[in-house]
């Protein structure tokens, strides 16, 4: 299963989110963003819900629209209630992270856009090998277990 993100975002801030999400996919990760992986007429809750649950990162693109958004303030007590990963990024100066995360680190991606960008990506990328490295890894456990039991000639180790 590849590794997936999800970005939170107002969708007043769409065209910082779409350019972001290209950068990620790059990275080979899936990303979840809810203009380009909701089809017309998905139902928008259960759906966003699934992917919060499902993510191995949650990116939250804050912004005075994203803190005025009806959505975002609900996907980050998802994403807080799944014990997920969360990377805030600001996009501009000025104002605070919200509640549950007040106190975290963030991107401050209004200081110096590619710089910061470039730490995403590059994070966002690790990530994904080291998910790569744990799959490979219990594969190979798997197929070590199915090995041994082949090779096993029908032996009864209880007799």
């Given at each position: 299963?590849?590794?997936?993100v999800f970005i939170s975002y107002s969708t007043k801030d769409l065209a910082r989110a779409r350019y972001i999400r290209r950068l990620l996919v790059k990275t080979g990760s899936q990303?979840?963003?809810?203009?380009?992986s909701l089809a017309p007429g998905s139902e928008l809750t259960p759906s966003v819900l699934k992917a919060i649950k499902e993510c191995d990162l949650f990116l939250l693109l804050w912004s005075t629209n994203a803190k005025?958004?009806?959505?975002?303030?609900?996907e980050i007590g998802a994403a807080r209630a799944h014990v997920k990963p969360?990377?805030?990024?600001m996009l501009h100066g000025g104002i605070k992270l919200p509640g549950f995360l007040k106190g975290m680190k963030y991107l401050p991606l209004y200081k110096d856009p590619d710089r910061?960008?470039?730490?995403?990506?590059?994070?966002?990328?690790?990530?994904?090998?080291?998910k790569q490295q744990r799959n490979g890894l219990s594969w190979m456990g798997i197929g070590a277990t199915v090995i041994w039991l082949l090779n096993r000639d029908g032996r009864d180790d209880n007799v």
């Open positions: 299963m590849a590794f997936s990303v979840f963003l809810a203009e380009y005025s958004s009806e959505w975002v303030p609900q969360v990377i805030p990024v910061a960008l470039a730490w995403l990506q590059r994070n966002v990328f690790r990530r994904v090998q080291k």
